[in-house]
């Protein structure tokens, strides 16, 4: 990593340094990702020897009925762990869906990139944003984001990288920012999307454990979740202009495998021209999506309750869209601007973008292995139900038990990634117990939110770690597995310690979480 010696660095800065160095020894994702399945492969083995097992009640996601489960370590060494071993590697891949995310993200990515709509945007952006306000810009654009789910992963981050190297800062503060936006406030947003519909359906089946007519809606954490985004867009910029820019110090490009260079300080005829008949695809693009979306009975809304936001076909296929947005306005860019002209041309760029994913299609093949085996042994499962019990247990008041389930939803979320299958888990536990403390499902809800997020920005198991490296390798050909946790420890810490207390003062001060 480049750094300039401008100033005596800090304790804080010499420690991530180290974490950095430290880290970035570690060998190649993939080896590592051989390793935990090692690792996961004999622990199974071991306790699955112990009989470790626990017994939990739970909701179940397809009839929404609370249940009773006995979990028990599976060993992966056992008759059945071995058959799983050898029968599951194509299908534990095939289930891997943020392969498929990726791919279709990079089609009508490739196409906006090598069309030059991205530089011209990224051009357009810098020119009439003052410089102070670009950080701001993109953090808060991408905690808004996750509407889309992963896509923001796909889209935001490497575009927030590209931006700070247009306006000539270093880029890797960028993919910084824009990692930190997508990740550490992933449950959170000043929109409903469809994750809320799911959360809140599990919330209210254990809700009526206690109280059959106590029922929250879709918008029960609006308020919470409008001050939340407002909140962390203010905290992760500040945080990568005060800590991690000056950090990295000054970008030398000579480190890059090469990237978007800077930019001057108008845009071009061809550009202009360009953007405009991009413009004119994505109205066109717009008024078909209009059709398919707005009447009543179109075909993207729910076929059996007419909904259009939730569980719909639009919501559902959301990535369809994405992908279409980019890959129109870079073809009507391309023309615009004479850069890509025929539908060859267009195919061209789309095999060059997917060639480039070569080596990551292929780390997401081992990656997909361990969270399949990890998974199929319940590792998670009981470390998360033991954890639970003792938190149960603890016999405290009520804020402190909701500050300790946000820490222990924080912990096993560096284990168990996905939002649902844990609140699956934790919501009937803790939304009746909390209940009969006084707590309002909304309260238990918001500090799952909380305490979901912040970690999947420094989790190995968040599949889109790895690729994050692969953007920064980029910029740097040096960069490892130590860059990126380095760069993301200072997000990681302080949202997690920030927003909580934010949440603490909102419950001390009983204002309404939502509608």
Request: hydrophobic share 55%.
């Amino acid at each position: 990593m480049a750094t300039a010696n401008v100033a005596p660095k800090t304790a804080m800065q010499r420690f991530l340094d180290g974490v950095e160095k430290v880290g970035n020894m570690v060998p190649h994702p993939v080896v590592i990702f051989l390793i935990l399945i090692g690792i996961v492969i004999v622990l199974s083995a071991v306790l699955g020897a112990f009989g470790a097992a626990v017994s939990f009640e739970r909701i179940n996601p397809d009839t929404h009925e609370i249940e009773r489960a006995s979990t028990a370590i599976n060993s992966l060494l056992s008759v059945e762990g071995l058959r799983f071993l050898y029968s599951s590697l194509v299908p534990n891949f095939m289930s891997f869906t943020a392969v498929g995310l990726m791919i279709a993200a990079m089609i009508g990515a490739g196409v906006a990139e090598e069309s030059g709509l991205v530089t011209a945007l990224i051009h357009k952006l810098v020119v009439v944003s003052p410089r102070w306000a670009l950080t701001y810009i993109l953090a808060f654009v991408g905690i808004l984001a996750s509407i889309a789910a992963d896509a923001g992963y796909l889209v935001l981050i490497p575009l927030a990288g590209v931006a700070y190297l247009a306006v000539g800062r270093h880029p890797l503060a960028g993919l910084a920012l824009g990692f930190a936006a997508v990740a550490g406030a992933f449950t959170v947003n000043m929109l409903i999307k469809p994750l809320d519909a799911v959360l809140v359906e599990f919330t209210n089946d254990a809700a009526h454990l206690v109280d059959p007519a106590r029922s929250i809606g879709l918008a029960s954490n609006v308020w919470f979740s409008i001050a939340s985004v407002l909140f962390l867009t203010v905290l992760i910029a500040l945080i990568t202009d005060r800590m991690i820019a000056p950090r990295l110090g000054e970008y030398n490009p000579q480190t890059a495998e090469g990237g978007v260079q800077s930019q001057g300080a108008t845009l071009s005829d061809r550009e202009s021209r360009g953007l405009r008949f991009a413009l004119y695809g994505l109205i066109g693009l717009l008024v078909v999506f209009l059709l398919l979306t707005i009447p009543s009975g179109a075909p993207l809304r729910n076929p059996d309750t007419g909904e259009l936001i939730g569980n719909s076909p639009f919501m559902n296929g959301l990535i369809a869209l994405i992908m279409l947005v980019f890959l129109v306005t870079g073809w009507t860019y391309g023309i615009g601007a004479g850069t890509m002209r025929t539908l060859a041309e267009v195919i061209a760029a789309i095999e060059k973008s997917i060639k480039n994913m070569g080596g990551t299609i292929f780390l997401f093949f081992v990656l997909s292995q361990f969270v399949a085996y990890f998974t199929y042994t319940n590792i998670g499962t009981v470390m998360a139900l033991s954890l639970s019990g003792m938190l149960q247990a603890a016999n405290v008041g009520a804020l402190p038990l909701l500050i300790g389930f946000i820490v222990v939803v924080a912990i096993i979320d560096l284990l168990l990634t996905g939002a649902i299958a844990k609140w699956a888990i934790f919501a009937p536990v803790f939304v009746p117990l909390l209940m009969k403390l006084g707590v309002e499902p909304e309260a238990v809800l918001a500090a799952y939110r909380v305490g979901d997020s912040p970690m999947n920005a420094i989790t190995p198991l968040n599949a889109y770690f790895a690729l994050v490296v692969g953007f920064a390798q980029k910029y740097d050909k040096s960069a490892g597995v130590g860059t990126i946790v380095s760069l993301m420890l200072p997000y990681v810490v302080l949202i997690f310690v920030l927003w909580t207390g934010l949440f603490a003062v909102w419950k001390a001060l009983g204002l309404p979480w939502g509608l």
